[in-house]
Structure formats: structure tokens, C-alpha cells
């Protein structure tokens, strides 16, 4: 049996304080079998992208954005890019 790969992107566990009342609420939501932490990660995901201004970054930064967080692969980068590079081209 071949070992899991190691990952890239380390997990590092965090510390934060809620009051009780909050606690008590978020552990409501789960069954036995949920993790706590990866809804809370979801969360900040969320949060963070809700809040992102897509307007102020330029197009070829939005790609290597999308590239890197892995919404689209190299192949789909270049055949993107080249779509960019063709509508800037005409404005």
C-alpha cells in the first residue's frame, strides 16, 4: 500500500473564541458524523468570495485566481486567456 500523498496546501489548526450560546447553536446543526471545522472553513470560503470585487481585478489576474484555487485547469487558462486577449483586443 503506497502512502497518501502530501498536500500542498497545509492544514493549520486555529484557535478562536465565540461565546457559548454560539457554540451551542453551530453544534445544533450537525449530526455525529459532521465536522465542525469543515463547515467552518466553508464559511470563510464563503465570506471571503461574497466580499471579492471581481470588477477591480483585471482579467488575467482573475484567471491565474481561478487556476490556482483550482475552479479551472491550464488547458481551460489558455483557451480563456486567448478569449481575453481577443476581446481587449477589439475594445
Known amino acids: ?6 498536500s500542498n496546501d ?8 465565540i461565546p457559548i450560546s ?3 447553536r453551530l453544534d445544533g446543526e450537525f ?9 467552518v ?7 471571503l468570495d461574497q466580499d471579492f470585487d471581481f470588477d477591480s481585478v483585471p482579467s488575467k ?3 491565474g485566481i481561478l487556476l490556482n484555487r483550482g475552479i479551472i485547469d491550464y488547458e481551460m487558462l489558455l ?3 486567448k478569449r481575453v486577449e481577443e476581446i481587449e483586443g477589439v475594445q
Do not use: D, H, N
Open 1 to 6: 500500500m503506497t502512502p497518501r500523498p502530501r
Open 22 to 24: 454560539l457554540l451551542r
Open 79 to 81: 483557451i480563456l486567456k
Open 41 to 47: 472553513k466553508s464559511a470563510i470560503l464563503e465570506k
Open 10 to 17: 497545509k492544514v493549520v489548526p486555529i484557535s478562536i473564541g
Open 61 to 63: 489576474q482573475l484567471l
Open 31 to 39: 449530526s455525529y458524523q459532521q465536522s465542525r471545522s469543515l463547515w
